[in-house]
């Protein structure tokens, strides 16, 4: 079945450094990609997405690339501060944006 | 706008039991996903509602089902249930149309479920 492979599992950085996380998936139909940011007691919140047409997503701090041929797609976090320190899920989905497949996710970590 | 709201918040149950949580979507959106969240197995999808009928539908049991009415809200029932149903479920909401560029999933906050 489909399926969504995320590393690492987790990652600690310095105040200010950057953070990657890489996610690749399985189903050639999938051509939508959300990141999901997700913290204590509280359910995912989306901090961007990209689709399949489009191959680099930028927002402030955060970035997120794709690479549709070799199925892979990262989030690129630059000068992280603490309060960027949670979990971090990568998805793929279908056009509708529906029926999502998780990785696994990703603590991160940012100590100051 | 108010965002997704899902009751009861946490919930405790015995083997065997069955159970209900609800789901309210963002106003306006017609698509509600819900998906199971452990610390095993992730976030798995278990199946998404849109205008009262059931679209996609993941790898679970028959014992998992749910509903959509009229106004969107959504129910999730869990029959018989198991230990190993104990989890986080969540409820994502969206305009659920398939607009290119125009669907994002919001999540609710969980309800957490504990099995005795």
């Known amino acids: 079945g489909e399926n969504v492979e995320q590393h690492p599992s987790t990652l600690s950085v310095q105040e200010g450094d950057s953070a990657v996380i890489k996610c690749t998936y399985s189903d050639s139909a999938s051509n939508y990609f959300p990141w999901y940011k997700q913290e204590l007691g509280k359910g995912p919140q989306l901090i961007i997405d990209?689709?399949?047409?489009?191959g680099e997503k930028k927002d402030q701090r955060i970035a997120v690339t794709l690479n549709k041929t070799a199925k892979h797609f990262s989030l690129h976090i630059t000068e992280t501060q603490p309060e960027d320190s949670a979990v971090y899920f990568c998805?793929?989905?279908?056009?509708?944006?529906?029926?999502?497949?998780f990785g696994k996710g990703t603590t991160l970590s940012v100590s100051s | 706008k108010a965002g997704v709201t899902q009751t009861p918040r946490y919930l405790i149950k015995t083997r065997g039991q069955q159970v209900t949580l609800s789901c309210s979507p963002i106003?306006?959106?017609?698509?509600v996903s819900w998906y199971q969240q452990t610390p095993g197995q992730g976030l798995q999808f278990l199946f998404e509602?849109?205008?009262?009928?059931?679209?996609n539908k993941g790898n679970f049991p028959g014992r998992f089902s749910g509903r959509q009415f009229s106004n969107s809200r959504s129910e999730m029932n869990v029959s018989t249930l198991e230990l190993g149903d104990s989890a986080l479920y969540l409820c994502a909401s969206s305009l659920g149309l398939g607009l290119a560029g125009e669907e994002t999933q919001y999540f609710g906050p969980g309800t957490r479920l504990l099995v005795l």
């Open positions: 106003s306006g959106h017609r698509s």
């Open positions: 990209i689709r399949s047409n489009v």
């Open positions: 998805a793929a989905g279908n056009q509708a944006g529906t029926a999502l497949i």
């Open positions: 509602y849109f205008s009262e009928t059931q679209r």
